[in-house]
């Protein structure tokens, strides 16, 4: 049997690199909204649909936090703007292109 190969590259799955190109490339923005009862949410923009779901599991695990992934973006509980960077700069995104407002 031959190894499944990427739809993107075309290598075998296990050599494809395009999801780190893709995540190194991405800009990615965090801030933070206040809500009703002056709770503060963080908000993770410019994540991709396909692995959005994923990491914001990640996030609320690592965080102990609450959170969803709705409309392209990732909501979290809470003001967890620095340790959010910090989080994605290790799941592989590039620290130069991540804007913390």
């Given at each position: 049997?031959?190894?499944?190969?990427?739809?993107?590259?075309?290598?075998?799955?296990?050599?494809?690199?395009?999801?780190i190109i893709e995540r190194e490339e991405?800009?990615?923005?965090?801030?933070?909204?206040?809500?009703?009862?002056?709770?503060?949410?963080?908000?993770?923009?410019?994540?991709?649909?396909?692995?959005?779901?994923?990491?914001?599991?990640?996030?609320?695990?690592?965080?102990?936090?609450?959170?969803?992934?709705?409309?392209?973006?990732?909501?979290?509980?809470?003001?967890?703007?620095?340790?959010?960077?910090?989080?994605?700069?290790?799941?592989?995104?590039?620290?130069?292109?991540?804007?913390?407002?």
């Amino acid at each position: 049997m031959s190894p499944e190969n990427c739809p993107v590259c075309g290598l075998p799955t296990d050599l494809c690199t395009c999801k780190i190109i893709e995540r190194e490339e991405r800009k990615i923005r965090i801030y933070t909204i206040i809500r009703k009862f002056k709770k503060p949410i963080t908000i993770v923009e410019g994540v991709d649909e396909k692995s959005g779901k994923s990491i914001s599991k990640e996030l609320k695990r690592k965080l102990a936090c609450g959170g969803t992934f709705k409309e392209g973006k990732i909501e979290l509980q809470g003001n967890h703007k620095e340790r959010v960077k910090q989080l994605m700069i290790s799941l592989g995104f590039d620290e130069n292109l991540i804007e913390v407002s």
